[in-house]
T-cell receptor
Framework: DSGVTQTPKHLITATGQRVTLRCSPR?????VYWYQQSLDQGLQFLIQ???????AKGNILERFSAQQFPDLHSELNLSSLELGDSALYFC????????????FGSGTRLTVV | DQQVKQNSPSLSVQEGRISILNCDYT??????FLWYKKYPAEGPTFLIS?????DKNEDGRFTVFLNKSAKHLSLHIVPSQPGDSAVYFC??????????FGKGTKLSVKP
């Protein structure tokens, strides 16, 4: 157990729907990062939050949004889902914003049918 | 445009021999590089890292080499063990502090 908890582990939903992925960072970590891993792709950076504020943005679609709550857990909201959104979504956390390494959760596998 | 590239999707090595995983990057401003290992159904786990001011870092069986002029880094595993079979991701720290990952190399170590 890495200390980073992601729920749910698996999610199957239909096109056009909206889902919310949840991440609880490791105790003491202030930064949360979201990554997407599609088939044959590496880990694509989506967005970072630090202590409740958005810190950095990557290749995140406008249909996707995220937030970090006062208790430091984070949610990634995916709306108007398309087949191509099927992927593994990983959350990672670190103590600060420019640490030397992240701790990853085990991911949420999203399947859009 | 990929800033971190792992050109070998897979690598097969005999147990006890050396595994060499390669990674190329395009941005000379990257200041820190990391290797992560990933088993199926798990998230990536940190393996070893190197600062851009160094050219080598060793941790047990794992050594990372950095060649800044060539914008190339490599991970050496000696000796390789069947438990090392996993997907290995190379990553570089970007200007915003986030990590930029390659597509990964699947290492298979055969007994």
């Amino acid at each position: 157990d890495s200390g980073v908890t992601q729920t749910p582990k698996h999610l199957i939903t239909a096109t056009g729907q909206r889902v919310t992925l949840r991440c609880s960072p490791r105790s003491g970590d202030l930064s949360v990062y979201w990554y997407q891993q599609s088939l044959d792709q590496g880990l694509q950076f989506l967005i970072q939050y630090y202590n409740g504020e958005e810190r950095a943005k990557g290749n995140i679609l406008e249909r996707f949004s995220a937030q970090q709550f006062p208790d430091l857990h984070s949610e990634l909201n995916l709306s108007s889902l398309e087949l191509g959104d099927s992927a593994l979504y990983f959350c990672a956390s670190s103590v600060q914003g420019r640490d030397y390494g992240y701790t990853f959760g085990s991911g949420t596998r999203l399947t859009v049918v | 445009d990929q800033q971190v590239k792992q050109n070998s999707p897979s690598l097969s090595v005999q147990e006890g021999r050396i595994s060499i995983l390669n990674c190329d990057y395009t941005n000379s401003m990257f200041d820190y590089f990391l290797w992560y290992k990933k088993y199926p159904a798990e998230g990536p786990t940190f393996l070893i890292s190197i600062s851009s001011i160094k050219d080598k870092n060793e941790d047990g069986r794992f050594t990372v080499f950095l060649n800044k002029s060539a914008k190339h880094l490599s991970l050496h595993i000696v000796p390789s063990q069947p438990g090392d079979s996993a997907v290995y991701f190379c990553a570089a720290r970007g200007s915003q502090g986030n990590l930029i990952f390659g597509k990964g190399t699947k290492l298979s170590v055969k007994p």
